[in-house]
């Protein structure tokens, strides 16, 4: 019984280390693809160009413009009219246009009230709102109003509010899910495209064995993908903090991989090429990822969306993930994470199963 | 011969990693057929892929009074060219009809669609027997039909040259005779020049002139008897021989020197045995230790009643009796489409069984659960020797055993055993995609042999392998049933291969039209010359 589970788990891992281009697949997807997550999205407003034309010739315009610096700002760029301001926007060159006409300088210091123009390529929206604010924080530092209450903030868990740690960690927690999908749809399609699917059905084995091992071969190959991301990526490249225990997070990856493989097996079953497992995978990934809090708050979702979220086992993992890593969440804690992933991972992981054993 | 219509000189095409023809040449001169044989893997394609104008190659090629050296300075030449690709049907769409296939073929070659052209689509249609069928969708053909429908489109522009591309491979034999009609008409009323490959020797005599290819080479080429005649003094009755000279086949000793037995009038697969011995490249014997196991083979290994598969409103087994005795080879033979793998797919499980009684290993056969023990003493050899590429030939075999529970040390020995028997050992550590089809028939087949079962189902084992493996895979075969007495049932295209079998079913389109012993067919029509000719007996009193 263990030879046998033990060898066609064998059989799986030298199949995968043998299809180097899959190898090249899932190193990608849990080393550089995570980089890429952590580095490129940027939800913060960051080297904002901002271009200004300055008709007002007055000191206050070059002393509000001296207040956009790095690493928020580029250094200004000056235009000569407004037209050029304008086409400079449209042609993508800045993200902010800044107009100080004729009348800044005058009506400010005539009536302590003077209008400011912007200008906004919203296309960037979060960015360029977040410039926007930046702004009026600058113009609110100049205005004379003094209202006696000042804000102290205390940034927990993530003091810089570094946007790579979060997103490094989704991106990977996501790329969980597909590989899991795919790696183990996979070990069954391709027994269908190689015509090899006839040998296995006609193997004296009990065929929930070897359902059983071929998706066993897959967790396994998951967890070490989780194990070399989280130590090269999460903590070699972005210097992720890990408040709580690691082995927690390990822990609750590796039943969370059953939980992909589960889909995966459903996947499979209605498969007959990689192409169609392909497709099919990105369809069911896409609301499993959106529901899961990854890209967007749960609280910040319309209502029937937040408890929809609550049958994606996706959404337990990044919660309790994110505990785990930022929260510093204890052991005794994580249990509703667990039993999330846990919970919900078995009815997939079973449906899955029962749908491909219908094919033995 | 005035100068040649066709001459080729040196061709040569490689692909990334291999070569598929190494430095071809042939002439040909208007209305002559030509016949290219040889295996998978010869060569055969792609000299007529090259000549087609269709891929890169070395060399030249004139046709007519033009020569290329490229598929691009080929193109002014494709209107007089028509290839016909390998593959049954390839080259046509399942929803159109017969009549939109012409059509559809007449206005890509952009064909003047005036009465003359009328007249010779009706007459092609007619030659096809295919006048009467012109609104059925190509789908719903048989296979023969469908090669001949293949064939009109690709004559439709009248080309010149007509190249095709084993057009007769898996078609019934009466079809065949059909094509071959088809063929010799169109020789005579346009001067066609046709280059043929094909995967039966027996057709070899319906050519003007033979080319034999082997490992990417033209090892010879001249008329039938020509060639035949240049290897009449090496072949002789079966005797035995030193065997590092000569090669023993179940009907023929292949030897360079003189024997001490009776000549025998060769066909020409002696070619390519003669080849192989004078290039050293003589195939290891085949040997075959009896089995360790002591269980006994049942006297009846299978029997079927009435057994019946549909797919929707297709018939693909209709009311099958079958029965297989211990210690028997059965071929079941018939064309691609005639219900043999859907039959065996019954037999394994793999398909439910709509209707009829089957009864294996003397357990009647009603659901999985009958199945599963029977599993363990079954050996199945599926269509292309479907075994798991990324793992070498050893991984593969240790695979097996060890899903069979065979102990590791007798699984150790054993595969040793095989390896020397069935001489596929030098090729243990290499991945099966990189071997020629013999040696993974054989390797697939010690796969199947692992655990010793009592009866073998072989899946079409000898389609596309090249002669000398074919060979010594029916005397591994016969060695099984002999050392061992399992019972095999072997599915064929090849009706030649019937004269290896004990007893033989025939299959047409689902239904069974003869099932009777190698020696009772051959006592029933005592002036057959081969099976071919008894086969086509039987399909034509079929109706």
């Not at chain 2, 075959?288 to 057994?307: D, K, N, Q, T």
């Not at chain 2, 793998?341 to 009647?364: A, N, Q």
């Not at chain 2, 089809?437 to 073998?456: D, K, T, Y």
């Amino acid at each position: 019984m263990m030879r046998t589970f033990l060898s066609l788990v064998n059989k799986e891992i030298l199949g995968f280390l043998r299809a180097w281009g899959l190898v090249a697949v899932v190193l990608y997807a849990f080393t550089l693809d995570i980089y890429i997550a952590g580095k490129g999205i940027e939800l913060q407003a960051k080297n904002v160009s901002v271009g200004y034309v300055d008709e007002s010739g007055g000191v206050v315009s070059l002393k509000i413009l001296e207040r956009l610096h790095a690493p928020q700002f580029k250094p200004p760029v000056r235009f000569l009219s407004q037209k050029e301001l304008d086409r400079a926007l449209r042609n993508r060159e800045i993200m902010v246009g800044l107009l100080f006409d004729n009348d800044f300088s005058r009506d400010y210091e005539r009536s302590g009230h003077a209008r400011l123009n912007v200008l906004l390529d919203a296309t960037a929206a979060a960015q360029s709102f977040q410039a926007l604010q930046y702004l009026q924080h600058i113009l609110l530092d100049f205005s004379e109003i003094h209202f006696p209450v000042g804000l102290k903030i205390h940034k927990l868990f993530n003091p810089n509010a570094t946007t790579s740690w979060f997103m490094s960690l989704a991106e990977l927690l996501s790329m969980m899910t597909l590989l899991g999908v795919i790696l183990t749809a996979a070990v069954f399609v391709r027994e269908k495209e190689n015509g090899t699917w006839d040998m296995m059905l006609l193997m004296p084995v009990d065929p929930r064995l070897i359902i059983l091992a071929k998706s066993f071969s897959q967790v396994l190959i998951l967890s070490l993908g989780i194990v070399i991301a989280t130590g090269l990526i999460l903590f070699g490249a972005f210097d992720v903090p890990i408040h709580g225990s690691i082995w927690a997070f390990f822990l609750l990856s590796f039943f969370y991989a059953f939980t992909s493989a589960g889909i995966g097996l459903f996947v499979a079953a209605v498969s007959r090429s990689m192409m169609e497992v392909a497709q099919l995978a990105i369809f069911i990934m896409m609301p499993l990822i959106f529901l899961s809090g990854a890209w967007t708050p749960i609280h910040a979702m319309a209502p029937w969306l937040q408890k929809l979220s609550l049958i994606s086992p996706l959404r337990y993992y990044i919660e309790g993930s994110e505990s785990i890593f930022f929260r510093g969440t204890a052991w005794g804690d994580l249990w509703p994470y667990f039993a999330g992933v846990i919970g919900l991972g078995a009815l997939v992981y079973l449906y899955g199963f029962r749908r491909i054993g219908r094919l033995f | 011969m005035s100068a040649p219509l066709l001459d080729v000189q040196n061709v040569t095409v490689r692909y990334k990693e291999t070569v598929g023809i190494r430095d071809a040449s042939l002439r040909a001169g208007e209305g002559e057929i030509l016949g290219f044989i040889g295996a998978d893997g010869a060569g055969k394609s792609s000299l007529m892929h090259a000549i087609a104008g269709v891929i890169r190659f070395e060399g030249m090629i004139r046709f007519r009074d033009r020569t290329f050296r490229s598929p691009r300075q080929a193109e002014a030449l494709k209107p007089a060219i028509g290839l016909m690709p390998q593959g049954i049907g390839l080259v046509l769409y399942r929803n159109l009809t017969v009549a939109e296939h012409l059509d559809f073929f007449a206005e890509i070659r952009n064909l003047k669609q005036d009465a003359a052209f009328r007249a010779y689509r009706q007459k092609l249609l007619e030659m096809a027997g295919l006048a009467r069928f012109t609104d059925r969708a190509a789908g719903h053909l048989s296979g023969g039909m469908m090669q001949k429908l293949s064939l009109i489109c690709t004559l439709l522009h009248r080309p010149k040259l007509l190249l095709l591309d084993e057009p007769t491979t898996g078609v019934d034999p009466l079809s065949r005779l059909e094509l071959w009609e088809i063929l010799q008409q169109i020789r005579r009323e346009e001067g066609t020049t046709a280059l043929i490959s094909t995967a039966y020797m027996q057709e070899a005599a319906r050519m003007d002139r033979l080319l034999l290819f082997d490992g990417g080479r033209i090892i010879a080429q001249g008329r039938a008897e020509e060639l035949t005649r240049s290897v009449r003094d090496y072949c002789y009755e079966p005797t035995d021989c030193p065997e590092s000279r000569c090669i023993r086949t179940l009907d023929t000793t292949y030897s360079l020197e003189p024997l001490p037995a009776p000549k025998k009038e060769p066909g020409l697969e002696a070619l390519f045995f003669v080849e192989a011995i004078r290039r050293g490249k003589i195939p290891p014997a085949i040997e075959v230790s009896p089995r360790e196991s002591a269980e006994p083979i049942p006297p009846v290994v299978m029997e079927a009643r009435g057994l019946t598969k549909r797919f929707g409103d297709f018939i693909a087994d209709d009311h099958i009796d079958m029965r297989l005795a211990g210690g028997e080879i059965l071929g079941l033979l018939g064309a691609n489409g005639a219900g043999k793998t859907t039959f065996i797919k019954m037999l394994l499980g793999l398909y439910p069984i709509d209707e009829g009684e089957l009864t294996l290993l003397g357990r009647p056969i009603r659901s999985a659960a009958d199945r599963r023990e029977l599993k363990a003493r079954i050996g199945y050899v599926s269509q292309h020797f479907a075994l798991y590429k990324d793992m070498t030939v050893l991984e593969n075999l240790r695979y097996f055993a060890s899903i069979h529970r065979i102990p590791q040390a007798r699984a150790r020995e054993r595969i040793r055993r095989y390896a020397e028997e069935l001489g596929f050992a030098p090729y243990l550590h290499a991945l099966p995609g990189d071997l020629p089809l013999g040696i993974n028939q054989r390797f697939s087949l010690a796969a199947a042999l692992l655990h010793e079962p009592v009866v073998l189902f072989l899946d079409e084992p000898t389609s596309g392998v090249d002669a000398i493996a074919r060979a010594q895979f029916w005397q591994l075969l016969q060695k099984l049933k002999e050392r061992w007495g399992i019972a095999i049932l072997i599915t064929t295209h090849y009706m030649s291969e019937a004269e290896y079998c004990d007893r033989v079913v025939l299959l047409k389109q689902g239904k069974k039209i003869a099932d009777d012993t190698v020696e009772n067919l051959h006592r029933r029509f005592p002036e057959a010359k081969s099976f071919e000719e008894i086969f086509l007996r039987f399909y034509k009193e079929d109706g």
